[in-house]
């Protein structure tokens, strides 16, 4: 059974009022994005360096947006945890494989939107602002949980394909699921 329901928003978020967490496996990326972020008026930014430091940190607070790397797994268990209101945060992807199937396989996923390493922080922060004023649909099915993915598709031919070399998403081990499991 297909269910639609709007997914709350901060009605004209407050830059300084946004609560965002950053998970990527890479710490000097993590920290130059923290801190532009920061610099750009964002008080409270949290980082994870794996699926399991962020659900602890999105237990321990209130998370307004999640940008993350390629952790697909991680996604698609968040979406599927209704027991809680992080199934519903805004998910950015930020990653190096941006060709178009990856960005079909994000959204399919359940990322709100997506965007191609190197990022610049002020594109970043207006995908943000963006993320957390809007008010799509949130599709809740057997096949597919998240935001609704009916959108108008863009072009990306033009942009080099990106070389799928180091993937850290990809999969989760099962003793990963398990402590997620036993976390949720």
Same mark, same amino acid.
């Given at each position: 059974m297909l269910s639609f *329901?709007?997914? *709350?928003?901060? #009605?004209? #978020?407050? =830059? &300084?009022?946004? %609560? =965002?967490? =950053?998970?990527? +496996? +890479? $710490?000097?990326? %993590? !920290?130059?994005? %923290?801190?532009?972020?920061?610099?750009? &008026?964002?008080? +409270?930014? !949290?980082? $994870?360096? +794996? #699926?399991? !430091?962020?659900?602890d940190a999105m237990r321990a607070r209130t998370v307004d947006v999640l940008v993350t790397e390629r952790y697909l797994s991680f996604v698609r268990f968040l979406r599927t945890s209704h027991k809680r209101p992080s199934s519903h945060v805004p998910i950015l992807m930020v990653s190096f494989r941006s060709r178009q199937d990856d960005i079909h396989e994000a959204r399919d996923a359940g990322v709100d939107d997506f965007l191609a390493k190197p990022v610049d922080a002020h594109q970043l922060l207006d995908r943000i602002m963006a993320a957390v004023g809007r008010n799509l649909p949130f599709v809740e099915s057997e096949a597919y949980v998240g935001p609704d993915r009916r959108r108008e598709e863009t072009n990306f031919e033009g942009l080099p394909d990106s070389d799928p070399v180091d993937d850290p998403d990809t999969r989760l081990t099962e003793a990963e699921i398990a402590v997620l499991l036993e976390r949720d």
């Open positions: *329901e709007c997914v *709350e928003t901060m #009605p004209d #978020p407050n =830059i &300084g009022d946004l %609560r =965002i967490l =950053i998970l990527d +496996d +890479d $710490a000097d990326y %993590r !920290a130059r994005i %923290r801190d532009d972020l920061v610099d750009l &008026g964002i008080a +409270d930014v !949290a980082v $994870a360096d +794996d #699926p399991l !430091a962020a659900l």
